[in-house]
């Protein structure tokens, strides 16, 4: 009972950590939420998604397909706050606490320890790394905590089936192996990076039992086991293919043009034979991979830095406390000494080592903090083992050591809340989409002394913000719709195209948005350069230009020469 009632209060922890200023941190509606936030109005409204369809499978959002179950579990959200920034975020928070949960379930499953369990737990609750996650709109934190929800309900039939050696009735254990099978799809619908690492982690353990268990119907078992998680990846394979030939590695020249240099500088010194098999498009890029799946486990990435992926980075804070290289390092040296854990070693590894794959093939972000966001779960069991042990010394007299570590601690969680909540809404602002946010609004404020603002640039993204801002309907877009996919497309006034600084369809009076870097190659006297628009914390962010039409009318007075105009930020 005593358990129960830590839990409770690790969990009602977990939600206020999530909910408190939801709204605001992450400061901005980044674009891949105010795409989910766009479908879900609609799907509200009309049953159809922003282009028309009904009740969609995935959202076609901006780039890449995206999981529409999100926009779903938005709705309840929006029908009792609106479509609002913390209602759009509420469905992450809520998982981020039941993937907690569900943590514990699991830690206690795997090693029938319910401190263990605990102390996972607690860990998750002020991780940095899950804090993020939890409170942004993503498909990351919907996917881990389908996956955990899948791991566990393979553990609970794997420890049945294949350690306390009972027969599998389809009767008895057939519903849970759909549970495993619906969750691990979901999981892997939600989320490319579960494909990856649900596979190979069902995979490689059956694997590993088949090889030490070399019965019949361990073998007939294990199939049935590996179609269940077979069948959820081929099934969601179609989007992930799409998705890679977008971001993956082999779209990266690094590895060829590391080739072409090689063979130049070696031809006539090496023998031909030997440059073909030095220097070769599969040696290069499993390099390639091997250097970016070893950057996820840097001390920097750890404990200093976090990853690179901007929107989710809290500055100068890694993606666990400062003070956890204490307990890493004594869950490592109690993984060694203690034999219990020595039994668990080989799957906790599996499990960390897995974890970054689909995140270093791809070419973007690297270290990942979204790709490679399982690596929360084996980090977060390692810092609480090592936990253990520092109190287990604190026990014997070592009063000092359990000292120096909740000092560290306290100060850690105490930067950790100073950066999160204060630094970063106004830190590196560009990686949250403040800018369309902020040129939205003006653009909106200013539009009707225009005939026409052309968005230049690629800047496809403008239209959801516009369109919270009132400016642009949804009927509008399913009149077109994936016209945002085209070159040039016209919503009402606004037109948008891909060009670089490419206004030469203006005619009339005509408002133009595009990089800062417009701005300085406009031809003078054929445009006049307002003031850009800003980030919260005054670096300039988009160009704002008219013609001389639009200036001479009178409309306009507050014009800034080309010379003056900042460099964009880096």
């Known amino acids: 009972m005593k358990r129960h009632w830590i839990l409770g209060c690790i969990l009602l922890i977990a939600l206020a950590l999530r909910l408190y200023r939801l709204g605001e941190v992450p400061w901005g509606l980044h674009a891949d939420e105010a795409s989910f936030v766009i479908n879900t109005v609609s799907i509200m409204e009309t049953l159809r998604d922003e282009d028309g369809r009904l009740l969609p499978i995935y959202l076609h959002s901006i780039k890449d397909p995206k999981p529409s179950l999100f926009s779903y579990l938005q709705i309840p959200g929006f029908l009792i706050f609106g479509p609002t920034a913390a209602a759009s975020r509420l469905p992450s928070a809520v998982m981020g606490v039941v993937s907690i949960y569900l943590t514990y379930l699991l830690v206690q499953e795997v090693t029938t320890n319910r401190r263990w369990a605990l102390l996972t737990a607690s860990v998750l609750v002020i991780s940095p790394w899950h804090i993020m996650n939890s409170r942004s709109t993503q498909e990351v934190i919907m996917s881990y905590t389908f996956s955990l929800g899948a791991l566990l309900a393979f553990a609970s039939l794997y420890q049945e089936v294949?350690?306390?050696?009972?027969?599998?009735?389809?009767r008895q254990h057939g519903?849970?192996?759909l549970l495993f099978s619906l969750l691990a799809f979901l999981a892997m619908y939600s989320y490319h990076s579960a494909k990856i690492f649900l596979l190979l982690i069902v995979g490689l353990v059956l694997a590993v039992t088949i090889f030490n268990k070399l019965e019949k119907k361990h073998l007939k078992h294990s199939l049935l086991f590996l179609a269940a998680v077979v069948i959820p990846f081929v099934l969601t394979a179609s989007s992930a293919v799409v998705r890679f030939e977008a971001v993956g590695i082999l779209n990266d020249d690094l590895p060829i043009a590391l080739i072409h240099d090689y063979t130049s500088r070696v031809t006539g010194k090496t023998p031909g034979f030997l440059i073909r098999v030095f220097f070769n498009k599969p040696v290069f890029y499993t390099r390639h991979f091997l250097q970016q799946y070893l950057d996820h486990f840097s001390g920097s990435f750890f404990f200093l830095n976090g990853g690179k992926t901007g929107r989710h980075l809290i500055p100068s804070v890694g993606v666990m406390h400062i003070i956890e290289i204490l307990p890493a390092l004594a869950g490592l040296y109690y993984f060694a000494m203690y034999s219990r854990l020595k039994r668990l070693l080989p799957l906790w590894f599996l499990v960390l080592a897995v974890s970054p794959v689909a995140a270093a093939m791809t070419l973007e972000d690297i270290p990942s903090t979204t790709r490679a966001f399982f690596m929360v779960l084996p980090l977060a069991f390692l810092a609480a083992v090592g936990t253990e042990w520092?109190?287990?010394k604190c026990r014997r007299g070592s009063s000092t050591l359990i000292l120096v570590f909740l000092l560290g601690y306290i100060w850690s969680l105490a930067f950790f809340t100073h950066q999160f909540?204060?630094?970063?809404?106004?830190?590196?602002?560009w990686h949250r989409s403040r800018d369309y946010e902020i040129a939205a609004r003006i653009i909106s404020d200013n539009q009707h002394l225009f005939d026409e603002v052309i968005i230049?640039?690629?800047?496809?993204?403008?239209?959801?913000?516009l369109?919270?801002?009132?400016?642009?309907?949804?009927p509008q877009l399913k009149e077109q719709p994936l016209a945002r996919y085209q070159e040039k497309y016209t919503l009402g006034k606004y037109s948008f195209n891909r060009g670089h600084c490419d206004f030469s369809a203006a005619d009339g009076e005509v408002l133009m948005v595009g990089s800062l870097e417009c701005a300085?190659?406009?031809p003078k006297g054929n445009y006049f350069v307002l003031e850009p628009s800003r980030f919260d914390d005054g670096v300039p962010a988009f160009a704002m230009m008219t013609n001389a039409e639009a200036t001479l009318s009178g409309k306009l007075n507050h014009l800034m020469p080309p010379s003056t105009i900042p460099h964009e930020p880096e």
Do not use: C
Not at 162 to 170: D, E, G, V
Not at 421 to 429: A, D, H, K, S
């Open 467 to 474: 369109w919270m801002n009132g400016k642009i309907s949804l």
């Open 456 to 465: 230049s640039n690629d800047l496809r993204e403008m239209y959801i913000y």
């Open 162 to 170: 294949f350690i306390a050696r009972r027969s599998f009735i389809l």
């Open 390 to 392: 520092i109190f287990s």
């Open 520 to 522: 300085k190659k406009a």
């Open 421 to 429: 909540f204060t630094v970063m809404p106004v830190w590196q602002p």
């Open 175 to 177: 519903s849970r192996l």
